[in-house]
């Protein structure tokens, strides 16, 4: 499907490529062979598998897939923010210098909002409804920027006039209900904001949004990488999000990263089945019912994923050499994917440019 197709769904979405390249020449965040494991009844699960993904500073990086591809578990591992019972059972995370893995709790509450800032999905469960929203953003301030009361409130006035608020000083006494959803997930932004965090985590951020309002929060996201120099992660389920304000894309199966490359080459000529099978779903403006062609089969869950390429029961393509093992490998510079049949997604691509 034609990178054009999808970026129609967000036509008034600036495209973050053509604004500024990444200007951090070492990964601000490094993860590598990442596996995160549920303790259940003596046994454990793998959750998340050899997963790895990296952000420099000024660049957004999305990461992309079905429901319970482990977008999120990821996104919290960074974070440090795991639920009771998953952890992390080995790789390597580091953020801007900082091994997160095994780190005790005071370096991960110093971490968290001095280094990185988090938005999660719905911001009325993020936001304190009891407190007035400016109170709260000064709340974040004072925690990781060792400000005095009169300091935080200045800088929490300052971050809502930087998220678009108009008279930001009347602003600052509102409580959460008194606002639209979007003035909430800007708010959720600010509090991550204001300990001046270096990487920006964003958990489906416009999942609760309508479309106007989902394309001025990621105008503003996008905004940030460039004006701030933040690296950005964003996780969506939305791929025509990802075509228009990332620099790369990662894409999340079973607990794996599957593929990973820039919009331009991973929406038009997609090097892994899965990708191409999430391409194909994806309504447009011109697309019927008909046409929609939905993915066959299941995702696997936790602890009943395939040996092999755990695409491989749902994959149009799929060998018996495809029960063996696969691990990602560059197929060009910058492009990786982890499918030993991507040399028939190749040819297509060459048949398609002929």
Do not use: W
């Not at 967000?10 to 990444?22: H, L, R, Y």
């Not at 990185?116 to 911001?123: A, K, L, Y």
């Not at 920006?200 to 001025?216: F, I, Q």
Request: glycine share 10%; net charge negative.
């Amino acid at each position: 499907m034609p990178a054009e197709q999808i970026e129609g769904k967000m036509t008034d979405v600036k495209t973050k490529a053509e604004d500024a390249a990444p200007t951090g020449a070492d990964p601000l965040l490094s993860v590598s062979d990442l596996r995160i494991e549920l303790a259940a009844g003596g046994d454990r699960i793998d959750l998340v598998s050899s997963a790895a993904l990296s952000a420099r500073r000024g660049e957004v990086v999305a990461v992309v897939g079905e429901s319970g591809s482990g977008k999120s578990l990821t996104l919290r591992a960074i974070a440090g923010l795991l639920p009771v019972g998953i952890e992390v059972a080995g790789g390597r995370i580091d953020v801007d210098g900082i091994d997160v893995v095994g780190a005790d709790a005071k370096t991960m509450r110093a971490l968290r909002g001095g280094v990185v800032g988090m938005i999660f999905q719905e911001p009325m469960t993020a936001l304190n409804p009891t407190m007035r929203i400016g109170a709260q953003i000064a709340e974040a301030a004072r925690a990781h920027g060792k400000l005095s009361g009169g300091e935080a409130k200045a800088r929490a006035i300052e971050l809502l006039g930087q998220m678009g608020f108009t008279e930001p000083e009347r602003r600052y006494r509102l409580y959460p209900h008194e606002l639209s959803g979007g003035m909430r997930q800007r708010v959720v932004i600010a509090i991550a904001l204001a300990g001046g965090p270096s990487l920006l985590l964003c958990d489906e951020p416009t999942t609760a949004l309508d479309a106007t309002v989902t394309m001025k929060v990621l105008d503003l996201i996008v905004g940030l990488a460039s004006e701030l120099d933040l690296g950005i992660v964003l996780v969506t389920h939305d791929l025509g999000v990802a075509a228009r304000i990332c620099d790369r894309i990662v894409v999340m199966y079973a607990g794996r990263v599957v593929e990973e490359g820039s919009p331009e080459e991973l929406l038009q000529y997609p090097r892994h089945p899965y990708t191409l099978a999430l391409l194909q779903a994806v309504p447009t403006r011109e697309s019927t019912i008909e046409q929609l062609q939905a993915i066959r089969g299941t995702p696997p869950t936790a602890g009943e994923i395939p040996a092999g390429c755990p695409f491989r029961p749902r994959c149009a393509f799929a060998e018996p050499e495809c029960a063996a093992p696969v691990e990602l490998a560059e197929v060009t510079p910058g492009r990786v994917t982890a499918c030993r049949r991507q040399a028939v997604l190749a040819a297509l691509e060459e048949r398609s440019l002929a």
